[in-house]
């Protein structure tokens, strides 16, 4: 069985910092890509980040580039995120994703494989 669980959500001013984990465990596919979504309560979940499997290529929204970092160590199973510069229009519930395919993708349906989220408010 397949779960993913996210880690490292919470409260922080506008300015501030945090780096989101994610779990991984069970018989995911062996070589995933993997992601990260967002939704703010009333709104549509909307796409983050991507990294492929090797985490050589990544994928930004608009919205975060510049100021997210997605990265992986597989050794451990863990995708990362790390937030800075945040904004209150960062806050939302955060989700990590698996995919069962090598490659980025930046579309929720793509998509096997879900976390339960973790809360971030950015307070302004």
């Known amino acids: 069985q397949v779960q993913l669980v996210e880690s490292g959500g919470g409260l922080v001013q506008a300015g501030g910092s945090l780096r989101l984990s994610c779990a991984v465990s069970?018989?995911?596919?062996?070589?995933?890509?993997m992601g990260w979504f967002r939704q703010a309560p009333g709104k549509e979940r909307e796409f983050v980040a991507a990294?492929?499997?090797?985490?050589?290529?990544?994928y930004y929204a608009d919205s975060v580039k510049g100021r997210f970092t997605i990265s992986r160590d597989n050794a451990k199973n863990v995708l990362y995120l790390q937030m800075n510069s945040l904004k209150p229009e960062d806050t939302a519930i955060y989700y990590c994703?698996?995919?069962?395919?090598?490659?980025?993708?930046?579309?929720?349906?793509?998509?096997?494989?879900w976390g339960q989220g973790t809360p971030v408010t950015v307070s302004s």
């Open positions: 994703a698996a995919t069962s395919d090598f490659g980025l993708k930046i579309n929720s349906y793509e998509y096997s494989y």
């Open positions: 069970g018989r995911t596919f062996s070589r995933p890509a």
């Open positions: 990294i492929n499997w090797s985490g050589v290529s990544t």
